[in-house]
């Protein structure tokens, strides 16, 4: 067993370990399915950001950024984490005032309707499950590029990996494992970047080489590669691809199930708001830094086929051998990390939405929860057997559905007070079949659709016009109002002055992240690559106007924004209290 293999093999046994002690102390339903309502912010903060990054993240992205659309990645970077701070705002610390154990279960008790709940529920099993399929094959494929172990035992290995701890402490294991994974694939963010420009004679050596760089010209332009069998036909359509790309992903973070459930596990309201803003500070930089890695990996080779196996290959070839085992491990949790969330998300969505039964005991139920969750389990270890891993095809068709199924009827469940149970469910079932038939026709290449008109966005627009059709043929019921009210009332800690101002001191450190950000982008990315392009020089003014510009304007502002919508809520909601 080589080193990093060994490197796997140990961090995967830590967190068996650590999910199996923390599964002692599951005792009651609330504790298997939102960890008892307990968890601080740290946990909070890991559980989020290791719930979105995974595999993808180190083998699809940077891949993308390797064959030269880095630009298009950290432009559209900044507008997704932007999504934590409204999603926390306008969604989340409502759902956790709702008390429910699971996002279905609070569209069914806002909107007095089981088929809404169970609806809600089967979009998280179809969903969720595609992705935890997706993540199951990344990591394993991880493992079978270092070591000599094929393909199904590698499978086999990461199922187990996983499933063990997941299936006996449920989101109490979760939530402590993903916050340690979290850590480890952060430091690997950072070794990668560090390691690897080294290897490239520096990062100001890496731009000025990568800017004028013949095997793929414009690999770290705003416009991105624009040679032989690019992407997109024009910058313009790259940077509108980026932009509704963010925007999507944005509402993604903001209402999906995997991401708008952990604060159903927060301790209280201010430990949602708080997670929510250091997450966007934190996924901020390290997507950046991940992204970053793909064209200096491509200055150190530019002919790693396939794309997605960049990374891999500069862990075992431009680094330290312990280095690079802790980059794999890291990788690997990455996709467990995801994977454990995923696990236990589809199974509780079946066992406490589809099969609900109230009437059952606390030890009935959790006996249930946990059967069922190895029957997920297991379906999942069966289909990523035979479905053709393709990691990041699938991430990017099942992710961003959320967006257009759930987007328009999740904000406005909080917010409207005309939204019926009949909008409700035909807006959701609308946005769910309309996604799903357009996106499989233009993967199919049945159906050519311009840029602007991305299937999210009309997923989106068909879902929220039947919402708005639909409410007004209809009454919303007096259950439905009171409902409504009661999330309104402000939880008593909102009335503690000192944990408020605890509280908005997050923002304003994301605003002043936003401004150092893009001063940052200026000096260490725009300035360096237009004196390499001859834009500028030592003598002249310091930038230019271009589109690197822009990239960097757009990075710190929309940072900003989030610090400021999250500082004026705080403010009222004091003026309030």
């Not at 560090?194 to 050596?205: E, I, L, N, R, Y």
């Not at 390290?286 to 990996?297: C, E, H, M, Q």
């Not at 994977?339 to 006996?367: G, K």
Request: charge should be neutral.
């Amino acid at each position: 067993m080589n080193i990093y293999a060994l490197a796997i093999v140990i961090s995967v046994l830590v967190y068996v370990l650590i999910g199996n002690y923390a599964g002692r102390k599951v005792k009651h339903l609330d504790d298997y399915f939102v960890a008892g309502r307990q968890a601080p912010t740290f946990l909070i903060l890991g559980t989020l950001v290791a719930s979105v990054v995974g595999t993808n993240s180190f083998l699809g992205d940077v891949g993308m950024a390797y064959d030269g659309y880095g630009a298009a990645l950290i432009l559209s970077g900044p507008i997704t984490v932007a999504g934590y701070v409204f999603g926390a705002l306008l969604f989340g610390r409502y759902i956790r005032r709702s008390r429910a154990a699971t996002v279905p279960e609070f569209f069914g008790r806002r909107f007095n309707s089981r088929r809404l709940r169970i609806f809600a529920a089967l979009t998280v099993v179809f969903g969720v499950g595609g992705y935890l399929m997706t993540v199951t094959q990344g990591a394993a494929m991880v493992i079978t590029w270092i070591t000599d172990i094929s393909y199904l035992p590698a499978l086999i290995t990461v199922w187990l990996g996983y499933t063990t701890f997941t299936i006996y402490s449920g989101s109490r294991g979760v939530v402590i494992t993903d916050t340690l994974m979290f850590v480890l694939f952060g430091t690997v963010g950072l070794l990668a970047i560090a390691f690897v420009t080294h290897s490239a004679g520096g990062w100001f050596h890496a731009i000025t080489a990568l800017a004028d760089f013949e095997a793929r010209p414009g690999i770290i332009a705003a416009s991105g590669y624009q040679g032989p069998g690019a992407l997109w036909d024009s910058p313009l359509d790259m940077w509108i691809w980026a932009s509704i790309f963010g925007l999507a992903w944005a509402m993604v973070v903001a209402v999906s199930p995997w991401q708008s459930s952990r604060y159903l596990m927060a301790r209280d309201e201010h430990v949602v708001i708080r997670s929510a803003c250091i997450a966007t500070v934190a996924l901020s930089v390290l997507w950046t830094l991940i992204y970053t890695s793909g064209p200096v990996i491509a200055l150190l080779n530019p002919d790693i086929m396939p794309s997605n196996n960049a990374m891999i290959w500069a862990a075992l070839n431009a680094m330290p051998a312990l280095v690079g085992a802790v980059l794999l491990a890291g990788i690997v949790a990455a996709g467990l990390s995801s994977a454990s969330t995923f696990l236990s998300l589809v199974a509780f969505s079946i066992s406490n939405d589809v099969m609900a039964e109230s009437a059952a005991s606390d030890s009935t139920r959790l006996f249930i929860s946990r059967l069922t969750m190895l029957a997920v389990g297991l379906s999942t270890l069966v289909l990523a057997m035979f479905v053709p891993p393709d990691v990041f095809w699938i991430t990017q068709f099942v992710g961003p559905m959320f967006a257009a199924v759930w987007g328009p009827v999740a904000i406005m469940s909080v917010w409207s007070r005309r939204i019926t149970e009949a909008a409700a469910f035909w807006g959701m079932v609308a946005g769910c079949v309309s996604y799903l038939a357009l996106k499989s026709l233009q993967t199919l290449g049945l159906l050519e659709l311009p840029v602007f008109l991305h299937p999210i966005l009309l997923g989106f627009a068909i879902s929220l016009s039947v919402v708005l059709v639909v409410s007004r043929a209809t009454c919303v019921s007096d259950t439905e109002t009171a409902y409504l009210e009661a999330l309104h009332i402000a939880p008593p800690e909102l009335a503690n002055p000192a944990a408020n101002r605890r509280t908005a001191l997050w923002p304003t450190i994301m605003m002043v992240w936003g401004l150092v950000s893009g001063l940052v982008l200026l000096l260490i990315y725009v300035r360096p690559y237009q004196l390499a392009t001859g834009l500028v020089s030592t003598t002249g003014p310091y930038v230019v106007w271009s589109g690197e510009v822009l990239i960097a304007i757009v990075y710190g502002s929309a940072l900003v924004v989030a610090g400021a919508l999250a500082r004026f809520v705080l403010q009222q909601q004091s003026t309030h209290s």
